[in-house]
């Protein structure tokens, strides 16, 4: 179970059953159609750390996914 | 043809001229910057006669398309000593396109004993009024009786009384829609140079009759449209409508890029209380005159202003930005809504930019003026910035100099400019931008963090800065919020082709982004000319010998980076 933390979302968190290690792309797209929602460009962080699309995740680990938006 | 203004504040002689040039056409920061360039003798002093303000709308200004009247202002800023646009929203942007004009200069000054003169521009002409019953107020009270005086839909510039001291982090206020002067072109100290003019207010009365003509009606209807289905359908963009730009938040405290204590630290413990979420549920639970939604300007799709309200619902300040959150916040290492936006409404009251006064505070409060998390000692110091007294002016000039009188070594700032609300030595992207920037620490532009795969390391970050100098760069180029560009940073066609529909002048991408990067390069060569040295591109060298704890990283971009970052 990968746990994505959808922040400043409604949809909250969402866990998400992979049988072995995948691409966040891949994990996060099941994981927004589990929670009926649209993602558009976002910022993963993952322990502290920034991961990009491509990174691999494992069972157990929890992603906090943010809309990409800057400030100003 | 396209107006210019031209007021000489000395000998109160009027011009106005035409120019049919695609700088011009485009106005915004293309225009400001490139008549700093060309009109204000690089070497001058700041606040003397010889440097200029610029006022510029944008090409879309004064029609139906969602955020495209914002207002560029430019001049030779005190602060930083280099060249300056500092912009804002409001209704200035379409008065001034409602007579038909571009562009307002204020050119030459009076003697720094005449009285302070209000410049009034409508419809039979302009006019300059005695405004010396504004002086010293602050500016709520100055908006409301320009208000009283030519009502509420007249859009008005005006500056507080750290302006009026000429004082290095003053702005200057613009009217938003509601007529109150709450919308600010903070940085730089351009509200001093306006000040050193004895240009207390300029108000453009709401009788311009000037109508918005279309080179093809139909396509620029369907256009603007586009622009607003744009803006709708990008899941970004909609995220601002609901939480604005406080959603930085959450996002800076993840990546560790928070400022925190005088920016020795990346994290604030307790961040969520001053989060999105937290302003969000504290505005609706309040209600009254709150609203976790708000135009600046009108028409706006975006919407990502705010009206904070007090306890009991009336209202407290509008609007509470990222910015001013971390600056007078984690910087603060205050956790407290309510503080921050009372010390947000004091610097718009004062007239000072809450960045700039944020990261003087720090240093204050590093310096042992004051303990970090002491809500009433903060807004106890934006009362003395209000007040005048000498420790409020030292803060009102900024954090190099309050540095320097302090004696602080950590200071954070680039070319005097308080570094914004992104820690650089978690973000060697963002890092890169401010020391390169022409601005000083700026992160209107060049904003990387979103697109760091790894924000911690300076491989490719020369690169990455400079594209998204450029990108950031566009809209400001034709004064449209910044925010569009999520809607349109890989395509800019749908905002070319209503310049196109309103204009019938056809500007490829790749002519837009030339535009753009020869604005930088006169920007750069401007700040040259006024004797910036390449040195004076460098954070304080503590960034660079302490790391942050979070990331443990220190600044490690040198020299030659920063003037590649700066080579067009």
């Excluded at chain 2, 000489?8 to 293309?30: H, I, M, Q």
Aim: aromatic share 6%.
């Amino acid at each position: 179970m990968v746990r994505l933390c959808f922040r400043l979302t409604e949809a909250g968190n969402v866990e998400v059953e992979i049988s072995e290690p995948q691409k966040l792309d891949v994990v996060l797209h099941k994981g927004a159609v589990q929670a009926g929602i649209e993602v558009g460009d976002y910022l993963a962080v993952r322990d502290g750390n920034v991961i990009k699309g491509d990174s691999v995740v494992r069972e157990g680990d929890t992603i906090d996914i943010f809309p990409a938006i800057s400030g100003g | 043809m396209f107006s210019i203004l031209r007021i000489n504040t000395a000998n109160k002689e009027v011009k106005k001229e035409s120019r049919s040039t695609n700088d011009y056409l485009l106005g915004g920061r293309t225009l400001s910057s490139r008549l700093v360039s060309r009109e204000v003798p690089a070497d001058c002093e700041p606040l003397g006669k010889k440097n200029a303000l610029f006022f510029c709308n944008g090409p879309l200004s004064g029609t139906t398309v969602s955020s495209s009247d914002r207002i560029s202002v430019g001049g030779k800023s005190p602060l930083t000593g280099g060249i300056k646009e500092s912009n804002a929203g409001g209704i200035v942007g379409i008065r001034m396109s409602q007579h038909g004009l571009r562009c307002i200069s204020l050119e030459g000054a009076p003697a720094r004993d005449a009285a302070w003169q209000i410049i009034v521009i409508g419809k039979d002409g302009v006019e300059f009024m005695e405004g010396d019953f504004l002086a010293g107020k602050g500016v709520y009270e100055k908006s409301e009786l320009l208000s009283e005086k030519f009502g509420n839909k007249a859009g008005c510039m005006t500056v507080g009384p750290a302006a009026e001291k000429l004082l290095y982090t003053s702005g200057i206020a613009c009217s938003d829609p509601h007529g109150v002067c709450s919308r600010y072109a903070g940085r730089g100290g351009l509200g001093a140079v306006m000040a050193s003019k004895r240009v207390i207010a300029v108000v453009i009365q709401n009788d311009g009759d000037v109508k918005a003509e279309f080179a093809d009606a139909d396509a620029f209807k369907a256009g603007a449209k586009r622009i607003v289905q744009l803006l709708r359908e990008n899941p970004v963009s909609s995220k601002f409508t609901k939480y604005g730009t406080a959603a930085m938040v959450d996002i800076c405290q993840s990546f560790k890029v928070l400022p925190t204590r005088n920016f020795t630290h990346g994290t604030m413990e307790g961040a969520e209380k001053i989060n999105a979420q937290t302003m969000y549920d504290t505005i609706k639970e309040r209600g009254g005159e709150g609203l976790t939604q708000h135009a600046c300007m009108n028409p706006c799709a975006i919407q990502c202003s705010n009206v904070y309200p007090d306890k009991y619902g009336k209202l407290l300040c509008s609007p509470v930005e990222y910015e001013t959150m971390a600056l007078m916040g984690s910087n603060l290492c205050l956790k407290n809504l309510d503080t921050i936006a009372t010390m947000n409404r004091i610097a718009n009251d004062a007239g000072v930019d809450t960045l700039d006064c944020g990261a003087a505070i720090g240093v204050a409060m590093e310096a042992g003026l004051a303990d970090f998390g002491d809500n009433d000692a903060a807004i106890q110091m934006m009362e003395e910035i209000r007040n005048l007294t000498p420790l409020g002016r030292i803060l009102a000039s900024g954090c190099k100099i309050a540095a320097q009188v302090l004696g602080v070594r950590h200071a954070p700032h680039v070319l005097g400019q308080g570094v914004p609300a992104y820690e650089p030595r978690g973000s060697k992207g963002m890092a890169v931008t401010y020391l390169s920037s022409t601005m000083g620490a700026d992160h209107t532009f060049g904003f990387t963090l979103r697109d760091e795969d790894d924000p911690t390391s300076k491989e490719g970050k020369v690169e990455l800065s400079k594209k998204f100098q450029v990108i950031g760069s566009r809209m400001d180029a034709m004064g449209m919020c910044n925010f569009v560009r999520y809607s349109v940073r890989d395509d800019m066609k749908p905002l070319l082709d209503l310049i196109k529909a309103r204009y019938d002048v056809d500007i490829s991408e790749e002519e837009f982004d030339a535009m753009v990067v020869e604005t930088l390069k006169m920007e750069h060569q401007f700040n040259a000319d006024a004797g910036i040295p390449a040195s004076a591109h460098r954070f304080a060298e503590t960034f660079y010998e302490e790391t942050q704890p979070e990331t443990g990283e220190v600044v490690d971009i040198t020299d030659e980076e920063i003037a590649r970052a700066m080579q067009w």
